[in-house]
C-alpha cells in the first residue's frame, strides 16, 4: 500500500520561509515524478513543483519559480519543498503527489488527474 506523509506546513508572515517535506513508502522500485500541488479554498488544485526522482529535472508553476526550490532524497523516497518569500496568495493546502515515470514528467504535469499518488495535505497560510 502506497502512502504519501507531507508535514512541514504552518502559519507564517508574508516574507517568511517553510520547508514542507513528504515521505513515500510502499512505492516500488522504479522512477517517478513526484512532487507538490496546492488548494485554496474555492480554487481548483494547481501544480506547484515536480521532480523526477532518478534525475534533475524540476518543473515549477510560473506563481513559485524563483521563490520555491523543489528536492529529494532519492533513496528515501523523500521530497522537499523550499518555499522562501512567502505571499499571501501562497495560503493553501499542500498536496504532495507521485506517479510512475513513463518518459518524462513534463508531460502534463500540472494535471491533478496524471497523478496515482496522493497525500492527505499540509495547511500553509501566510498572512500579510
Known amino acids: 500500500q502506497v502512502q504519501l506523509v507531507e508535514s512541514g506546513g504552518n502559519s507564517v508572515q508574508a516574507g517568511g520561509s517553510l520547508r514542507l517535506s513528504c515521505a513515500a513508502s510502499g512505492l516500488t522500485y522504479g522512477s517517478y515524478c513526484m512532487g507538490w500541488f496546492r488548494q485554496a479554498p474555492g480554487k481548483e488544485r494547481e501544480g506547484v513543483a515536480i521532480?523526477?526522482?532518478?534525475?534533475?529535472?524540476?518543473y515549477y508553476a510560473d506563481s513559485v519559480q524563483g521563490r520555491f526550490t523543489i528536492s529529494g532524497d532519492n533513496a528515501k523516497m523523500t521530497v522537499y519543498l523550499q518555499m522562501n518569500s512567502l505571499k499571501p496568495e501562497d495560503t493553501a493546502m499542500y498536496y504532495c503527489?507521485?506517479?510512475?515515470?513513463?518518459?518524462?514528467?513534463?508531460?502534463?504535469?500540472?494535471?491533478?488527474?496524471?497523478?496515482?499518488?496522493w497525500g492527505q495535505g499540509t495547511q500553509v497560510t501566510v498572512s500579510s
Open positions: 521532480r523526477y526522482t532518478r534525475g534533475d529535472s524540476t
Open positions: 503527489a507521485a506517479r510512475t515515470f513513463s518518459g518524462s514528467c513534463a508531460y502534463e504535469w500540472r494535471l491533478p488527474k496524471r497523478y496515482d499518488y
